[in-house]
């Protein structure tokens, strides 16, 4: 959920979400082989990887510990543009894996940092074809990342204080009837995107000439609101009901606090979604890349999918279908798993502006945010 062209970071979600976010170095020796990248008897004993916070938990990681007999220690980062300083003031070789926002993949892959993954190794057919984005993860063939984790920015609520059946329309957020009881997510790009929705355009429409009627859908939206937050600001005043709605909210916002509040839920709009997704890669100058290849493996086995899914940071969809199998109904309902194939139908992915109109949308939004 970071993007390299965003003009502030825009934070993985504690989410989890919200929506997420680490970087993490990963000790490890261990002696199986890959197809790509062939295991040697003397397996080295460090792998480090860059990742967000949901891959931080013991919960996920423990069973790779165990089953290669390796010791993981991780570190968060924030922010693809952070990742990239950590990497470009490490030597040559010191990271292994990468947890990366979907949208920035492209923009890596060019830098030249990733290594080529095995694709015949991993499990793209068991993943939701809707979020394989082979436009991003692959060139000239070649596949140098892969989506493990999805989810939704739209709206989150508290269903003993609204009606639930009004959040499936976006223009009640617009309405008198829930004025000052909701809280905005502070991230321009989903917003704005979701406004323009709103509108009835798709986010790819935003164009410089559209920005002052977005701009003016933003203020009256702000005039309904109680507050304009990050991911803890924002999903704090949900939970302790300073705001009874979020909007670029979703599964990463309210999944992981359903158990202790069950009123707390999220719905995709009929007007449509914005889609974030997250994936994983190795990068080239890695000096384990075959332990590093395990790692990707196991994270998008149905277990590591289905650990990953629910971390203790932030939840949503796993990429692999099959870890279905292994979550519990409680946990598919906080997913909305049987609506995925609709959500995802009537979803976009994050429109990623050029650099002018970006700064344009910027002004917009630091605007709003004085309002």
Same mark, same amino acid.
């Given at each position: 959920?970071?993007?390299?062209?965003?003009?502030?970071?825009?934070?993985?979600?504690?989410?989890?979400?919200?929506?997420?976010?680490?970087?993490?170095?990963?000790?490890?020796?261990?002696?199986?082989?890959?197809?790509?990248?062939?295991?040697?008897?003397?397996?080295?004993?460090?792998?480090?990887?860059?990742?967000?916070?949901?891959?931080?938990?013991?919960?996920?990681?423990?069973?790779?510990?165990?089953?290669?007999?390796?010791?993981?220690?991780?570190?968060?980062?924030?922010?693809?543009?952070?990742?990239?300083?950590?990497?470009?003031?490490?030597?040559?070789?010191?990271?292994?894996?990468?947890?990366?926002?979907?949208?920035?993949?492209?923009?890596?892959?060019?830098?030249?940092?990733?290594?080529?993954?095995?694709?015949?190794?991993?499990?793209?057919?068991?993943?939701?074809?809707?979020?394989?984005?082979?436009?991003?993860?692959?060139?000239?063939?070649?596949?140098?990342?892969?989506?493990?984790?999805?989810?939704?920015?739209?709206?989150?609520?508290?269903?003993?204080?609204?009606?639930?059946?009004?959040?499936?329309?976006?223009?009640?957020?617009?309405?008198?009837?829930?004025?000052?009881?909701?809280?905005?997510?502070?991230?321009?790009?989903?917003?704005?995107?979701?406004?323009?929705?709103?509108?009835?355009?798709?986010?790819?429409?935003?164009?410089?000439?559209?920005?002052?009627?977005?701009?003016?859908?933003?203020?009256?939206?702000?005039?309904?609101?109680?507050?304009?937050?990050?991911?803890?600001?924002?999903?704090?005043?949900?939970?302790?009901?300073?705001?009874?709605?979020?909007?670029?909210?979703?599964?990463?916002?309210?999944?992981?606090?359903?158990?202790?509040?069950?009123?707390?839920?999220?719905?995709?709009?009929?007007?449509?979604?914005?889609?974030?997704?997250?994936?994983?890669?190795?990068?080239?100058?890695?000096?384990?890349?075959?332990?590093?290849?395990?790692?990707?493996?196991?994270?998008?086995?149905? @277990?590591?999918?289905?650990? *990953? =899914?629910? %971390?203790?940071?932030?939840?949503?969809?796993? +990429?692999?279908?099959? &870890?279905?199998? !292994?979550?519990?109904?409680?946990?598919?309902?906080?997913?909305?798993?049987? @609506?995925?194939?609709?959500? *995802? =139908?009537? %979803?976009?992915?994050?429109?990623?502006?050029? +650099?002018?109109?970006? &700064?344009?949308? !910027?002004?917009?939004?630091?605007?709003?945010?004085?309002?």
């Amino acid at each position: 959920m970071f993007s390299l062209t965003q003009g502030h970071v825009k934070s993985a979600l504690p989410r989890h979400s919200g929506r997420l976010l680490g970087a993490a170095v990963v000790t490890a020796g261990v002696a199986t082989g890959s197809v790509l990248f062939p295991l040697s008897a003397q397996a080295a004993e460090e792998l480090n990887a860059l990742v967000w916070c949901d891959h931080t938990d013991p919960a996920l990681i423990k069973p790779f510990e165990e089953k290669y007999g390796v010791k993981v220690n991780l570190k968060e980062y924030e922010g693809t543009g952070a990742a990239l300083a950590i990497v470009e003031q490490s030597r040559p070789g010191d990271w292994d894996v990468f947890v990366i926002d979907g949208v920035d993949v492209p923009r890596v892959v060019e830098a030249g940092l990733l290594a080529e993954l095995p694709k015949g190794e991993l499990p793209l057919a068991d993943t939701f074809s809707q979020v394989q984005m082979t436009d991003v993860t692959h060139k000239d063939g070649k596949m140098y990342a892969i989506m493990e984790k999805f989810g939704y920015n739209v709206i989150s609520y508290d269903k003993s204080k609204v009606d639930p059946a009004d959040m499936r329309d976006l223009q009640t957020l617009w309405s008198d009837k829930y004025k000052s009881r909701i809280a905005v997510y502070d991230y321009y790009i989903p917003l704005m995107n979701l406004v323009a929705l709103k509108m009835g355009m798709k986010p790819s429409d935003i164009t410089a000439d559209k920005l002052p009627a977005i701009r003016d859908e933003l203020f009256k939206l702000k005039d309904n609101s109680a507050m304009v937050g990050e991911v803890v600001s924002s999903t704090t005043a949900l939970a302790t009901g300073e705001a009874d709605i979020l909007i670029g909210g979703g599964e990463w916002a309210v999944a992981v606090m359903q158990s202790e509040n069950p009123d707390l839920d999220w719905v995709l709009p009929d007007q449509g979604g914005i889609l974030w997704s997250q994936s994983l890669a190795v990068f080239k100058d890695s000096k384990n890349k075959d332990l590093a290849v395990e790692f990707v493996k196991y994270v998008m086995s149905p @277990e590591g999918q289905a650990r *990953l =899914a629910t %971390s203790s940071c932030f939840w949503g969809m796993p +990429a692999n279908k099959k &870890a279905g199998a !292994l979550l519990s109904p409680e946990q598919k309902s906080a997913l909305r798993w049987d @609506e995925q194939e609709k959500f *995802l =139908a009537n %979803s976009h992915r994050y429109f990623i502006p050029d +650099a002018e109109l970006d &700064a344009e949308m !910027l002004d917009v939004w630091t605007e709003f945010l004085q309002h």
